[in-house]
């Protein structure tokens, strides 16, 4: 699955780097479509799904696909292109058995069945969106699927539908309640608000709508969610183990850490990812001592909370709005500027997202550059929720002792 939101040409390293031979896609998208395939030659057909056609029926049922061996737990079923190490988006791949079996945990926490109803307001190329969806879908409950995301459309459903549940990340759950103080909706059917949260937030919501929010962690690489638990059962924790998750605390030799201490998350089971999408170099790195290594920091207390502590540095990562942006690429879009002479990007605190993106600059000799010049210009490379919505100009980026920029330095000083 390919966000929408990307560039032509990040949408275009996935295509390349699955050699996909099949693309699909709805009106809005078409034209970018038919543009991706006329650029790769592995690209053959080019089907635009659309709910007044009766082509994707056709090419279902006349399908040669039918006559294929059934799929086994093992066979891959989606890939997932996340995290970009060395600046390059890799393709996390999910099986069968991943997607089943993390369906199946979710039914349980949530006690999902055929009376539930869930509301599906997340994008469905992220894990979460996916999860969730499929879930309900495997419990033989009602699934709405909202095409995209506004306040009182949002509570009309929730009221008309009686929906039980929903995934949440900022600014959702803000919006929702800055439109129920406009209108009075009757949400007495939801139970569960589920995603990341601010702790103000999350305490209005629950005054407000008499439902629980939950907060969790996990990854793609994770087929999702691992840990849950309501919100204020353990504040600031990310939850629960869910017993299909071995999670265990090391530090950088892999040892285990006591209970309370703070290391990298490991996790082993049967929800981990197939690998990333031909990369065998960096399968082996990441799976090294039988454990997937998260490249995230976290801490177990004695009650059994994971509690999430940032991330390590070779796998920095922000989050604004719950997609996943990596420092590399923005930082390699914005080295693209003639103007630009170095640039160090981290993620700070955002009122509206939860975080936002910064990037702190210095500028080649004899030039000159503006703020907003610069957010265009990236906006002209990446997705627009790569761009950069801080940013200063310094003239000289701190370095380390063997030259490099001094990352924890410029946090340090400028988040």
Not at 36 to 60: A, G, Q, W
Not at 86 to 111: C, D, M, S, V, Y
Not at 247 to 269: N, Q
């Amino acid at each position: 699955m390919i966000n929408r939101r990307l560039s032509h040409d990040e949408a275009s390293y996935i295509i390349e780097d699955t050699t996909s031979c099949l693309i699909f896609c709805d009106k809005e998208m078409a034209d970018q479509a038919e543009t991706l395939k006329k650029s790769f030659s592995c690209l053959e057909h080019c089907y635009v799904v659309d709910e007044n056609d009766t082509n994707f029926s056709n090419l279902y049922n006349g399908s040669p696909l039918q006559d294929t061996i059934p799929s086994c737990p093992t066979d891959p079923f989606v890939i997932i292109h996340t995290a970009a190490m060395l600046g390059k988006p890799r393709g996390a791949i999910l099986g069968q058995e991943n997607i089943i079996l993390a369906n199946q945990q979710i039914i349980h926490t949530f006690g999902l069945d055929e009376n539930k109803t869930y509301l599906n307001i997340l994008p469905l190329f992220h894990i979460m969106g996916i999860n969730m969806g499929l879930a309900i879908l495997q419990a033989g409950g009602k699934n709405i699927i909202q095409e995209k995301f506004d306040s009182p459309k949002t509570l009309e459903l929730i009221q008309e539908q009686k929906v039980n549940l929903f995934g949440s990340f900022p600014p959702i759950l803000t919006n929702l309640i800055d439109a129920m103080n406009q209108n009075d909706f009757n949400l007495s059917s939801l139970e569960i608000a589920a995603g990341l949260e601010m702790p103000d937030t999350a305490k209005k919501w629950e005054a407000c709508t008499d439902s629980k929010f939950w907060t969790m962690y996990g990854q793609t690489e994770t087929s999702g969610l691992i840990t849950f638990a309501e919100y204020f059962a353990k504040p600031g924790s990310a939850g629960i183990i869910s017993t299909l998750a071995n999670i265990k605390i090391a530090d950088d030799f892999d040892t285990i850490l006591p209970i309370g201490e703070t290391g990298e998350i490991l996790v082993r089971g049967p929800l981990v990812f197939q690998g990333y999408w031909n990369v065998d170099e960096l399968n082996a790195y990441t799976f090294r001592n039988g454990w997937h290594h998260t490249g995230d920091l976290g801490m177990i207390d004695a009650d059994g909370f994971l509690f999430f502590k940032g991330r390590k540095a070779e796998k920095e990562l922000i989050k604004p709005g719950g997609e996943n942006v990596f420092p590399a690429e923005v930082e390699k879009a914005i080295l693209e500027h003639d103007a630009i002479k170095e640039v160090c990007v981290f993620g700070v605190p955002d009122p509206k997202f939860g975080e936002g993106i910064k990037a702190v600059c210095s500028l080649n000799s004899g030039t000159a550059l503006t703020k907003d010049d610069l957010i265009k210009f990236c906006g002209s490379l990446i997705a627009g929720y790569k761009k950069p919505r801080y940013i200063e100009f310094i003239n000289e980026l701190p370095k380390t002792e063997d030259g490099t920029i001094d990352r924890e330095k410029i946090k340090a000083e400028y988040a």
